[in-house]
């Protein structure tokens, strides 16, 4: 398997335009996870996803931010419109129910920067 | 807010030495997972320990778990250049399947 798979890897944006990260999770996966990475703020969970279906969004930061799943193979982060302080690592990550002792496995990311 | 916080913020020792990082977290857990992240890379999964374990060993990794002082330790044994990185745990205290990490420590290895 070729792991989780993000796209872009690397994303530099104006303020104000919209963004779209891409994720392509391990096949069998039933639990896909947003997470953002600062250096202030560490990891944070944004959304996760069971069976396509979003389970907790409440850290999704405010309405700019929207995430999707259509269907067991991909999902995306959105942001419209984009601030500065958006800028960070956004990482997705996929697990197993019935394989809770591998963890999670998580994608190389999208650094992404607003100016 | 943070779940499991780690100390220490970095630590730095020679290849060869045994690494200690230490976690604590807040609420009651399921089970307690450590992450590695090189620089520039997504995390990478170590090892997990469920919470009615108290010690768990892979290769040159030893996890403890002390569920009453709501802590775990990581020791790395006989480091390498190549382990140099953060290392984060995490807790489903959360709910399950639904990890919070802490605020990683980052291991330098000096060759």
């Known amino acids: 398997d070729a792991g989780v798979i993000q796209s872009p890897r690397h994303e530099v944006t104006e303020m104000g335009q919209e963004v779209t990260l891409r994720c392509k999770p391990i096949s069998g996966h039933d639990y896909l996870f947003w997470y953002r990475q600062t250096m202030m703020r560490g990891l944070e969970l944004l959304i996760y996803?069971?069976?396509?279906?979003?389970?907790?969004d409440s850290g999704m930061p405010e309405d700019r931010f929207s995430a999707k799943m259509p269907n067991a193979s991909f999902s995306t982060l959105k942001i419209q419109p984009s601030e500065p302080r958006d800028s960070a690592v956004y990482f997705c990550?996929?697990?197993?129910?019935?394989?809770?002792?591998?963890?999670?496995?998580f994608g190389s990311g999208t650094r992404l920067t607003v100016v | 807010s943070q779940q499991g916080e780690e100390d220490p913020q970095a630590l730095s020792i020679q290849e060869g030495e045994n690494a200690t990082m230490n976690c604590s977290y807040k609420?009651?857990?399921?089970?307690l997972q450590w992450y590695r992240q090189n620089s520039g890379r997504g995390l990478v999964h170590l090892i997990l320990i469920r919470s009615n374990e108290r010690e768990k060993h892979s290769g040159r990794l030893r996890v403890t778990l002390d569920t009453s002082k709501k802590s775990s330790s990581l020791l790395i044994t006989a480091s390498r250049a190549a382990d140099t990185a953060s290392y984060f745990c995490a807790t489903d205290g959360q709910g399950a399947q639904k990890l919070v990490f802490g605020q990683g420590t980052r291991l330098t290895i000096n060759p």
């Open positions: 996803f069971n069976n396509n279906v979003p389970i907790d």
């Open positions: 609420t009651s857990i399921n089970n």
């Open positions: 990550a996929s697990s197993h129910a019935g394989r809770v002792g591998y963890g999670y496995t």
